[in-house]
């Protein structure tokens, strides 16, 4: 899982396998959001789920959100090679601003 | 075009020295956003602009200015650089509340 200062978490896995990357967060959020990074890239938004929805699909993605636990999650489904990434999760505080969680760095291998 | 784009991609500078970055967005998005990225964490938000409007987080607040002459453009300024400020930094710019668009970022090497 990953959230606040914590580091990237790694992930390597073969292409083709699933995957679901977890994260928590501690402050109140109505809406939970998806990034992925590639590298020399800046990160760009996957998917959005919002408090009222407890999942979320998007292609191969699914995003879950439980705010009872205050957690969030996004699977990809038949990965590909070109989904090696960093994918962060971030919520959305009061106005404007969103806090990253830690992020997971992914690795699928060909 | 949701291009948003920093200058310089990669900034040496000296310890005590100042550095200004640049960011800029053509889709006339409102709010435009500072970010540090140290590796393996996460992006860490420094301040955003809505329209005219400077909020600077608070833990950050005397390191880093930033200024945005018209609604295209936004810089980052550290008056003297230190070591601890090494990162990434990435701009991003949003006029919906939730998703923002993020430039290719700028690494910051302070020496």
């Known amino acids: 899982s990953q959230w606040g200062e914590e580091n990237l978490q790694a992930l390597s896995i073969q292409e083709g396998e699933d995957v679901t990357m977890n994260c928590s967060y501690k402050t109140y959020t109505t809406v939970v959001q998806w990034y992925r990074q590639k590298s020399g890239k800046g990160p760009a938004q996957l998917i959005l789920?919002?408090?009222?929805?407890r999942e979320k699909r998007s292609g191969r993605l699914r995003a879950t959100l439980d705010t009872s636990s205050q957690s969030s999650s996004l699977s990809i489904t038949g990965t590909l090679a070109t989904d090696t990434a960093v994918y962060f999760c971030a919520a959305h505080n009061a106005g404007a601003k969103l806090t990253f969680g830690g992020g997971t760095r992914l690795t699928v291998r060909p | 075009d949701t291009t948003v784009k920093q200058n310089p991609r990669y900034k040496l500078a000296r310890v005590g020295k100042p550095v200004n970055l640049i960011c800029s967005q053509t889709?006339?998005?409102?709010?435009m956003y500072w970010y540090q990225k140290k590796p393996n964490q996460a992006p860490k938000l420094l301040l955003f602009?809505?329209?005219?409007?400077?909020?600077r987080e608070a833990d950050t607040f005397e390191k880093f200015q930033s200024s945005r002459p018209n609604n295209s453009f936004c810089s980052l300024y550290i008056g003297s650089a230190g070591l601890e400020y090494s990162a990434m930094y990435l701009c991003?710019?949003?006029?919906?509340?939730?998703?923002?668009?993020f430039g290719p970022g700028t690494r910051l090497t302070v020496l």
């Open positions: 991003a710019s949003s006029s919906i509340p939730y998703e923002q668009y």
């Open positions: 789920i919002r408090s009222n929805e």
């Open positions: 889709m006339n998005h409102d709010t």
């Open positions: 602009y809505y329209d005219k409007i400077l909020n």
